[in-house]
């Protein structure tokens, strides 16, 4: 897929090219052996490119322009995780990387921090919360290593407290919940919502539980629906995006939405419980969904027909088809 990122990127290189040739550059791109020479390298082309005489597009960004790559970035390497894709995955990493260099050296030219302060504190940080590694602290269980975790990153925050550097609401800063930022997608905010609650002890006994709260939330949502207006939901006219939806009151929208996030949330918390990733699973459903349904498409075709043409009967065969075909 070609986006604009990435004709970015390759403008990027061909910029770097050109004004690494002038005399006012002092470093040599050579083939380097070591790990800390290869980051210094990644590191000083990035502050060429936003240098004076550097990339007109690298220049011109921002720490607001960035994040929407940084978002993209970040998805394109769990779909190369998901795909075992490792030559991809080296490079979406890479492409990963590039975002951390790129926020650190305009922090650097307005004076916030540099790259060199966001290696300490990741060091620092990796070295004070396993004490069991570099420390005489004894933890022979992952469950463990996490109270652990949980206990030092309280007495951080405690000495950020104390030393004024925490600028968030008080209460915020009190809570459990106060460090699951709510920028992330929902069901990761989820999952990380109530896993900070079930650290505290606030969490079901069983699955069945869970299974208990869904048919609870299910019946809550059926009875909303009891005031839609007749003749009740009904699908949209097909071929036709956004026609034959019912026009329903405001408060009736509300309860809806409200009703259909508590279900999403409890089946957050059923992948929670089974130690499953509910971003990732809805991720593979949807590309499984995707898979079968251009199966049907291309059956379909073959016939000189579109799926607004076929019948849902026709729709429902091939679709048990497209299953029966990707099992096989």
């Known amino acids: 897929m070609i986006r604009v990122w990435k004709r970015s990127r390759q403008y990027n290189e061909e910029c770097?090219?050109?004004?690494?040739?002038?005399?006012?550059?002092?470093?040599?791109?050579?083939?380097?052996?070591?790990?800390?020479?290869?980051?210094?390298?990644?590191?000083?082309?990035?502050?060429?490119?936003?240098?004076?005489?550097?990339?007109?597009?690298?220049?011109?960004?921002?720490?607001?322009?960035?994040?929407?790559?940084?978002?993209?970035?970040?998805?394109?390497?769990?779909e190369a995780i998901d795909n075992r894709d490792w030559d991809e995955l080296t490079g979406e990493l890479g492409d990963l990387l590039l975002q951390v260099l790129f926020y650190a050296q305009m922090a650097k030219e307005e004076?916030?921090?540099?790259?060199?302060?966001?290696?300490?504190?990741?060091?620092?940080?990796?070295?004070?919360?396993?004490?069991?590694?570099?420390?005489?602290?004894?933890?022979?269980?992952?469950?463990?290593?996490?109270r652990n975790w949980e206990a030092i990153k309280a007495i951080e925050k405690k000495k950020r407290r104390a030393d004024g550097g925490q600028k968030t609401d008080e209460k915020a800063r009190e809570s459990v919940l106060g460090g699951v930022s709510p920028a992330m997608p929902a069901l990761i905010e989820g999952h990380k919502l109530s896993e900070k609650a079930a650290a505290t002890g606030f969490d079901w006994p069983n699955v069945e539980g869970l299974f208990d709260k869904l048919a609870e939330e299910t019946g809550e949502l059926r009875e909303e629906l009891k005031r839609f207006p007749a003749p009740g939901p009904r699908p949209l006219v097909r071929g036709v995006a956004g026609s034959g939806r019912q026009d329903i009151s405001p408060e009736l929208h509300e309860r809806l939405e409200e009703e259909v996030g508590d279900l999403f949330f409890v089946l957050v918390n059923v992948a929670r419980y089974l130690g499953l990733d509910s971003e990732s699973a809805l991720k593979k459903t949807n590309r499984k969904f995707k898979r079968r349904f251009q199966w049907m498409e291309q059956r379909l075709q073959e016939s000189g027909r579109k799926p607004e043409q076929a019948s849902m009967e026709d729709l429902e065969s091939l679709w048990q088809q497209a299953k029966v075909q990707e099992k096989a």
């Not at 980051?39 to 990035?46: D, H, K, L, P, W």
């Not at 502050?47 to 690298?58: I, K, M, T």
């Not at 504190?121 to 463990?144: C, I, M, W, Y």
């Open 111 to 146: 004076g916030t921090f540099s790259i060199d302060d966001v290696l300490d504190r990741l060091s620092n940080k990796l070295v004070n919360r396993h004490p069991h590694v570099f420390g005489d602290v004894q933890a022979e269980t992952s469950a463990e290593v996490l």
């Open 16 to 78: 770097s090219h050109v004004s690494l040739r002038g005399k006012e550059a002092s470093f040599r791109l050579v083939a380097m052996s070591q790990t800390g020479e290869k980051f210094e390298r990644a590191v000083a082309i990035m502050a060429r490119l936003r240098a004076p005489g550097g990339c007109p597009w690298d220049r011109e960004q921002t720490f607001d322009s960035i994040k929407p790559y940084t978002v993209e970035e970040t998805y394109e390497v769990l």
